[in-house]
């Protein structure tokens, strides 16, 4: 199982913040997170787009990683 997480640096590469959904969604799939990822990510950069069509943090990422389950 997997969920959604970004990376956003707001001030220099070297200050970044990861940050997961609240509530996480869990996807059984990596290519079924992907596919939510990368409606996330296109929803969340045209939020921090200015008017000139720039990019307002330094860097945005967003991605899937595994959830470990405790057996």
């Known amino acids: ?4 997480f ?3 640096c707001v001030i220099s590469v070297f200050e ?3 940050m997961y959904e609240d509530p996480p969604r869990v996807f059984d799939t990596k290519e079924q997170c992907l596919v939510a990822a990368k409606m996330k990510e296109d929803l969340t950069r045209e ?3 200015d008017e000139d ?3 307002t943090v330094e860097h945005f990422e967003v ?3 595994i ?5």
């Open 6 to 8: 970004a990376i956003i």
């Open 67 to 71: 959830i470990d389950e405790e057996i």
């Open 16 to 18: 970044c913040k990861t």
């Open 47 to 49: 939020q921090l787009t």
């Open 1 to 4: 199982m997997f969920k959604m």
């Open 63 to 65: 991605g899937c990683e």
């Open 53 to 55: 069509g720039y990019l």
